[in-house]
């Protein structure tokens, strides 16, 4: 699987918009570009994805480069409710088995 | 249309112990994958099932670990003599189809504490 970087920790504050990068240089064209999302003691949750195209959901929005070598998520509007670790995973085989790294760890502050 | 459920949520056990957990996919998804993850460690696969079927195990220890996911009922991990190394979070997860693009939805995760 093609390996994604993303910084280990990023701050924000309440109610402004969050900008996580995740480089992801060796992807392949057929790799889609997932992101999920750990809150403290839960499961993993989807956030979004995408292959090629910008994509908006009602939880966020990716922004991808136009040469797909490196994309980022945006959170318009952060509330403590979006503390988490932010996982960028690209999955590219004939099934959809996920590889987590380290992530980004987000903290939120009031 | 309720999520992924697993259980038991906690499960402690001793050293030599078996260890069974349990997960519902959600309705209608018949693709189940396990993933564990270790104290201050990220999650890790471990394995893909679709019924009745393993398709990829190559992330499960090859001793001691096995999972099936029968045609009737949950899937089950199950770790025979189970060792303090085995206490971790484990996860299942859940889609309506194979494929690159598709979504995988979580449980809340069983948390294994071995004395």
């Known amino acids: 699987d093609a390996k994604t970087t993303q910084p280990n920790s990023m701050e924000s504050n309440e109610e402004e918009p969050v900008h996580l990068p995740c480089n992801h240089s060796?992807?392949?064209?057929?790799?889609?570009i997932h992101w999920y999302r750990q809150l403290p003691s839960q499961g993993p949750e989807y956030v979004i994805h995408?292959?090629?195209s910008n994509v908006n959901n009602r939880m966020a929005s990716l922004a991808i480069a136009e040469d797909r070598k490196s994309s980022t998520l945006i959170l318009h509007r952060a509330t403590l409710r979006d503390a988490a670790v932010y996982y960028c995973i690209l999955s590219g085989s004939g099934y959809s088995t996920l590889t987590f790294g380290k992530g980004t760890m987000l903290l939120v502050s009031p | 249309n309720a999520g992924v459920m697993q259980n038991p949520r906690h499960l402690v056990r001793r050293r030599g112990q078996e260890a069974r957990l349990r997960c519902s996919p959600m309705?209608?998804?018949?693709?189940v994958y396990w993933y564990r993850q270790l104290p201050e460690e990220g999650l890790k696969f471990m394995v893909y099932?679709?019924?009745?079927?393993?398709?990829?195990e190559s992330g499960m220890p090859k001793e001691r670990f096995s999972a099936e996911f029968p045609k009737e009922g949950p899937s089950i991990l199950r770790i025979q003599q189970v060792v303090r190394g085995d206490s971790a979070a484990y996860f299942c997860?859940?889609?309506?189809?194979?494929?690159?693009?598709?979504?995988?939805?979580f449980g809340p995760g069983t948390r294994l504490l071995v004395l």
């Open positions: 309705k209608g998804h018949s693709h």
């Open positions: 997860a859940s889609s309506p189809t194979k494929g690159v693009q598709e979504t995988q939805y």
């Open positions: 060796t992807i392949s064209g057929t790799d889609y």
């Open positions: 099932l679709q019924k009745e079927n393993i398709i990829d």
């Open positions: 995408g292959l090629t």
